[in-house]
Structures are given as structure tokens and as C-alpha cells.
């Protein structure tokens, strides 16, 4: 079982330009995240989706956007990349939508802007 | 708006002995409460967590986690620590209820186990 996996593992790109991180999960979980992790800053949340079709904001969605096609995928894009956006990105999922389910994260991807 | 605050950048300590690391929480109603540890370059894993019950949460690795509702903490506790524990911690809490509901992380404490 491969759990989450997220791809590219990292990337340098320059600023301005298009990027999508891909993950996908083979556990059939409802609930798919994506948060980014900054040095003091701890995970936040960028977006969400409770289910295939649906899809929400977290604490931190701005410049980032979301898709949740099918239950397996959920595809973060960078419209127009910045400096800011420098940082470790991190997919995650949860079976169920009670408030006991664990969530499990990826591996990550780690995004270098220029 | 639920929150969680672990107040220590880092904790050292050496190899055998006890070790905390510390969090609070802030919901409005019953919190779900969740440790995860993250090593180098790694995602984060699941250690434990508190539903109900026992305010004596054991999870993996020896780590158990004690609730205190009074003190609205969850302290993550091993009585004897290893080198292998040095990592990065996460303290997390969701808000109990009804269908979904996000999970909201502590900034994160390092902790370091001398030999």
C-alpha cells in the first residue's frame, strides 16, 4: 500500500510561472488537504476537499488553487508563482468525516521560487 | 476558533531520561487532540491521539500524551528518551462535532535527545 504520494519531491521554479503538485492517495479517503510548512510557522492550511467534487479554503489560499476531480487526486496549482510561496508543501488525507479520523500526510514537496 | 500552542522551540534532554513536550489547546467545545512527529525530510506521522476515556493516551514508539481538561494541555510524555526520538513534534486539535471539521496544528517543537 503506497499511501499518499506526491510528486515532484521538490522543484525550483522561477517566479511567475505555472506549477501544479500532484498527489494522490490509494486508501479511497474522503478528505484530502494540502498545507504548507514554514520555518516557526508550523502547517497551515492552504485547501481542502471533504469529498470528490467539493473543495474549500483553509487558512492561507491565496495565489493557490484546487481541484478534486476524482477520489484519488488532488492537484495544488500555483497560478503565477512568487517568492513567497517558497516552503514545503504537504498533502494529506482522512478517511471520515468524524472528528476522531487520523489524517495522514505525504511525503512532501519542497518548492524553491526565484 | 480552535487554536494550539506548544511553547517551547525546543526541547533537549538527554538519552534515558524523561521527556515533555508541551501543549494547550483552545476549542469551544470538545477537543479531539492529535500528536505527530516529523523527521528529517519526511512527512509527518501519526503518534496518538484523545477521543474520550482515559486521560492517559498511549501511541507509538513509548510516547503517551496525558489530557488535562482543566489545564486545557496534552503534554507528550516518554519516560525514557532515545537518540532515534529526536525530531520535530506537532500537537494538533480538531473541534468534535458533526461532520467535517479541519485539523489546526502547534507550530512545532524540536526536540533533541543527547547521547
Known amino acids: 500500500i503506497a499511501g499518499i504520494t506526491q510528486a515532484p519531491t521538490s522543484q525550483i521554479l522561477a517566479a511567475g510561472r505555472r506549477m501544479t503538485l500532484r498527489c494522490t492517495q490509494d486508501?479511497?479517503?474522503?478528505?484530502m488537504y494540502w498545507y504548507r510548512q514554514d520555518l516557526g510557522l508550523g502547517l497551515r492550511l492552504i485547501h481542502y476537499s471533504n469529498t470528490a467534487g467539493t473543495t474549500g479554503k483553509g487558512e492561507v489560499p491565496d495565489g493557490y488553487s484546487v481541484s478534486r476531480a476524482n477520489t484519488d487526486d488532488f492537484p495544488l496549482t500555483l497560478a503565477s508563482a512568487v517568492p513567497s510561496q517558497t516552503s514545503v508543501y504537504f498533502c494529506?488525507?482522512?478517511?471520515?468525516?468524524?472528528?476522531?479520523?487520523?489524517?495522514?500526510f505525504g511525503p512532501g514537496t519542497r518548492l524553491t521560487v526565484l | 476558533a480552535q487554536s494550539v500552542a506548544q511553547p517551547e522551540d525546543q526541547v533537549n534532554v538527554a538519552e534515558g531520561n524523561p521527556l515533555t513536550v508541551k501543549c494547550t489547546y483552545s476549542?469551544?467545545?470538545?477537543?479531539?487532540l492529535f500528536w505527530y512527529v516529523q523527521y528529517p525530510n519526511r512527512g509527518l506521522q501519526f503518534l496518538l491521539k484523545?477521543?474520550?476515556?482515559?486521560?492517559l493516551v498511549k501511541g507509538s514508539y513509548g510516547f503517551e500524551a496525558e489530557f488535562n481538561k482543566s489545564q486545557t494541555s496534552f503534554h507528550l510524555k516518554k519516560p525514557s528518551a532515545l537518540v532515534s526520538d529526536s525530531a520535530l513534534y506537532f500537537c494538533?486539535?480538531?473541534?468534535?462535532?458533526?461532520?467535517?471539521?479541519?485539523?489546526?496544528f502547534g507550530k512545532g517543537t524540536m526536540l533533541l535527545v543527547s547521547p
Open positions: 476549542v469551544s467545545g470538545n477537543p479531539y
Open positions: 486508501m479511497r479517503h474522503n478528505a
Open positions: 494538533a486539535v480538531r473541534e468534535g462535532g458533526e461532520g467535517y471539521s479541519t485539523l489546526t
Open positions: 494529506a488525507s482522512r478517511q471520515g468525516s468524524a472528528s476522531t479520523d487520523t489524517q495522514y
Open positions: 484523545y477521543i474520550t476515556g482515559d486521560n
